[in-house]
């Protein structure tokens, strides 16, 4: 059975890579002669050409269309009509390369992650070389502020903590050490004797033998997974798709069998007759339905940046928060600050709770509700922890950060929540004994300049200080402190004992682990968390309401990760936790059960996190993916949508990543979940009213040919009233707000479609409508004496009426009219700049030649708006009786 490198013995790994000795390290012809084998450590980036990417823009059945009849308008001569519809494709295009393009290179930015130098014995020097160069099997020395250049296996250490958050999700540095792991599955954060590329040394040193470079380290298989995904198509996207390419068929097969009848009865020209059948086209096609949905999305895009600091990388996914049935997030930074606190002490038999989280020592320490008095053994507590400490607490820019370890920071600002932040400790710093693994704690020697007494104060693992303090007292009440350690534990705490020793005798220079097994007093016990952000819980309890369930998907312990979930409220049932182990073992057909009905993923590895995103999406549910760290990025990128922290967040995270959460404000996902739900309505809306405005436009080409009259509307009118007309009119649909309830009802299903049987219904009859209407009013006007040109401007013009009218019904589904008030300025004012195009087209001498129209008088205006209002009439008395069938409906069920 082979061993995993974790659990090689340092012999084991000589012989494995071939090492006399570990001090020479490999030679230069075993080091060239693997360079050659195994490439050069360093991370392959491949990119699309962006002329590759515009010319995608192209592959798709409504551009093809347009293609088609601007051809066709080139061939019989109509050049100003080919030089619109060839604009429009063009604008179109640009759209939609423009949105693919602003999406960053996640994997530039992991390859930038690779540490540039590294220092290495060869040939039996210590020497400086390009990281790049290193193979496996290569001796590495590692000391603070490095960045670990390849996958090391650890041979020797000397107080060796790497910051490993980013990878793993564990919220501290974690100690490593030589020793070897007997256990067969390790999990990636358990790993004690081995450190990653791109991590980061914070303390001590160490050597290490190279056993993965390049695409085998860990980040790079992330890097091969990230590369390896495909970006998924929204559901709105897929719809508009699917929508497009039904509408595009059924225009094509209509446009194909009136030619073929006109062509049959010899009712036109040729060439009068292409023209009439690209007119159709022209008409019929929703030209304007990606630019419209376009704005709606961008609109939402600028007021997520606006009003809650949110970055859309990619339009559709302002949408798609809307639809969201799972959002599965990284616990550290996320729903948690990712600074320690402490939250309660036991100084004594003085249990004492502390409020305030975070760094910032904004805070008080509270006794029975009350602010504890700081009696000589409190304040001896907190002191301990403040000494007993080698990191530092700043402020910046209004924001505290520590340079160093959590837990010490923790301390730091429990100091300052007792004494202030401008109080100055009256004992002077004269040795530090650091952290060391072996021991875990950390202790000071320090001289009271006051009292001249010297003190030794020290801070660690409970079961280090419980064992000196027994040494120091008799009596020591070891299973009373256990007892309250346990029970923390099980609240997901990290617990920390503080203790002290006065010097007596020959004064110290210097302090010493001897010095300590002598005996220490205990002065009490901290409890430690990374807490859960505040606002995360409100945001929490709004997504169970609304039906959007969350998981929690951590590298950390799952004790603590269940802790926190009930903590936040994660769910309203109870809490079901799964280790990434437990997930390994089990079939790929029990995957989708247990993903859908887990609410804790604990001990995760980046693959578990994918598999994780994949098993809930095989169950038809669209998930968001929340994280901040390099190990998400291929959950980020794999999910419908990925989410990245904007301030804790990796570059590679926020890249691979749709949105990002500007303020790292989890709470922000409730807003925008709503947001996406009122953009979804009003897309839908949009196309409800686009479809059947266009539809009609191709009907009145298509009857026209068939009963042989001439054509009233010619293809440059036709596109006027789409791109033009409609479009504006459209604009309006940004700014109507959310419906009432639209936080109370469940996600919509993923196989649910855009339009029901009744939408398809109204469009149906809505087109018929229009239609009949304009030719209906075209002909009386030619009967009551108007020119052919005349009634044509009057025809046009009923026809963008008529979509004013329908727009006032389809907003909303109460009575129309009595809703005219909720109306916002801003619709109205696009409403009013479309009425003014329509002016300018009518009564503007260039616009009139350019699109072959005339003016009408007031008299001829008033026939036109008695003709459009007749729309909405027959909309609002549809809807009556909608509404009514489906009030039955719910009393029935």
């Not at 948690?336 to 502390?354: F, P, Q, S, Y």
């Not at 950060?401 to 710093?429: M, V």
């Not at 945001?539 to 998981?551: P, S, Y």
């Not at 009907?699 to 036709?718: C, D, H, K, N, R």
Request: proline share 4%; with cysteine.
């Amino acid at each position: 059975m082979n061993k995993q490198l974790y659990q090689l013995s340092t012999d084991e790994l000589k012989n494995k890579y071939q090492l006399a000795d570990l001090t020479a390290g490999l030679t230069s012809a075993q080091a060239q002669a693997r360079l050659a084998q195994d490439g050069p450590n360093v991370l392959e980036v491949k990119t699309t050409p962006k002329w590759k990417i515009f010319l995608r823009q192209f592959n798709n059945i409504v551009i093809y269309i347009l293609l088609a009849a601007a051809a066709l308008t080139i061939l019989i001569g109509h050049y100003t009509d080919a030089i619109v519809i060839l604009a429009v494709v063009l604008l179109n295009s640009l759209i939609g390369y423009f949105q693919e393009t602003s999406a960053a290179n996640a994997l530039a930015k992991i390859k930038e992650l690779m540490a540039p130098r590294a220092t290495v014995y060869r040939d039996g020097v210590r020497q400086d070389i390009d990281a790049s160069q290193l193979v496996a099997g290569d001796v590495v020395f590692l000391e603070a502020g490095d960045n670990v250049p390849a996958d090391l296996r650890i041979i020797s250490a000397d107080n060796l903590r790497v910051e490993e958050s980013a990878l793993t999700g564990e919220t501290n540095s974690v100690a490593k050490s030589s020793a070897v792991l007997e256990a067969a599955q390790v999990p990636l954060a358990e790993r004690t004797n081995v450190v990653y590329a791109s991590t980061l040394v914070t303390s001590g040193s160490g050597t290490g033998i190279v056993v993965a470079t390049a695409g085998a380290t860990e980040i790079g298989k992330i890097s091969q997974e990230v590369a390896h995904i495909k970006p998924q198509k929204t559901p709105l996207t897929r719809e508009i798709d699917r929508v497009g390419k039904i509408v595009s068929y059924i225009t094509i097969s209509a446009s194909v069998i009136v030619f073929i009848v006109g062509f049959a009865l010899q009712i036109y020209s040729l060439p009068a007759l292409a023209l009439a059948v690209v007119a159709m086209l022209v008409g019929s096609i929703p030209e304007g339905l990606p630019a419209t949905t376009s704005v709606i999305l961008a609109f939402g895009v600028s007021k997520m940046a606006k009003k809650y600091k949110t970055i859309i990388k990619s339009m559709p996914a302002v949408e798609t928060l809307g639809s969201v049935d799972v959002i599965a997030t990284d616990k550290t930074g996320t729903l948690t600050k990712n600074e320690m606190a402490a939250r309660e002490l036991w100084v004594g038999d003085r249990r004492i709770d502390v409020t305030g989280t975070g760094y910032a020592p904004a805070g008080q320490l509270l006794d029975n509700g009350q602010p504890a008095e700081l009696t000589p053994e409190l304040q001896l507590f907190v002191e301990a922890g403040y000494q007993a400490n080698d990191t530092i607490l700043t402020e910046e820019d209004g924001r505290w950060h520590i340079n160093g370890e959590p837990t010490d920071g923790a301390f730091l600002t429990l100091y300052h929540k007792a004494h202030g932040a401008a109080f100055q400790s009256p004992y002077q710093k004269l040795d530090l004994l650091p952290f060391d693994s072996d021991y875990r704690y950390i202790a000071e020697l320090v001289h009271d300049s006051q009292s001249g007494q010297q003190m030794i104060f020290v801070k660690g693992s409970p079961d280090k200080l419980f064992e000196m303090a027994a040494k120091m007292d008799a009596t020591f009440d070891l299973v009373k402190w256990e007892k309250r350690v346990n029970a923390w534990s099980k609240q997901g705490k990290r617990v920390i004992a503080v203790g002290y020793r006065p010097v007596t005798g020959t004064p110290l220079k210097t302090v010493d682990h001897a010095d300590l097994y002598q005996g220490i007093h205990l002065l009490g016990l901290a409890a430690l968390q990374d807490a859960p952000r505040e606002e995360v819980i409100a945001a929490l309890e709004k997504m169970n309401r609304a039906g959007v369930a969350v998981k929690m998907i951590t590298g950390d312990d799952p004790q603590t990760a269940r802790a926190i979930g009930q903590q936040l409220g994660l769910t309203n049932g109870p809490i079901h936790a799964i280790t990434g182990e437990q997930w390994d073992q089990l079939a790929p057909a029990e995957r989708g059960t247990v993903a859908m009905n887990t609410q804790v993923f604990a001990r995760t590895t980046p693959q578990n996190k994918l598999e994780i995103i994949e098993a809930l999406q095989e169950g038809q549910q669209i998930t968001a993916m929340v994280g901040d760290g390099v190990n998400d990025a291929p959950a980020l990128k794999r999910a419908d949508i990925g989410i990245a922290m904007g301030i804790k967040g990796s570059d590679v995270a926020k890249d691979a990543a749709d949105m990002v959460l500007g303020d790292d404000n989890f709470a922000t996902m409730a807003a925008v979940i709503k947001e996406g739900r009122r953009i979804y309505d009003n897309i839908k809306k949009s196309i409800l009213f686009l479809l059947p405005t266009s539809f009609s436009e191709g009907l009145v080409v298509a009857f026209s040919i068939l009963t042989g009259q001439e054509v009233p509307l010619l293809p440059v009118q036709l596109l006027w009233i789409n791109l033009i007309a409609a479009i504006t009119i459209q604009f309006a649909f940004v700014f109507e707000r959310a419906a009432d309830g639209i936080m109370s009802r469940a996600p919509r299903p993923v196989n649910q479609r855009l339009m029901d049987r009744h939408d398809l219904v109204q469009m149906g009859y809505v087109s018929a409508l229009i239609a009949v209407f304009s030719l209906v009013g075209y002909h009386w006007f030619v009967g009551a004496g108007a020119s052919p040109l005349n009634a044509t401007t009057m025809m046009i013009n009923t026809i963008v009426i008529s979509k004013v009218f329908y727009f006032f019904s389809i907003r909303t589904d109460q009575p129309g009219l009595g809703q005219l008030r909720t109306i916002s300025t801003k619709a109205w004012g696009v409403i009013a700049l479309m009425i003014f195009f329509q002016l300018a087209l009518t009564y503007l001498p260039f616009m009139q030649e350019t699109f072959h129209v005339t003016a009408i008088s007031p008299l001829e205006w008033l026939a036109v708006i008695g003709i459009s209002a007749l729309i909405m009439l027959c909309t609002e008395f549809d809807k009556g009786i909608h509404n009514r069938r489906q009030r039955m409906a719910v009393v029935k069920n």
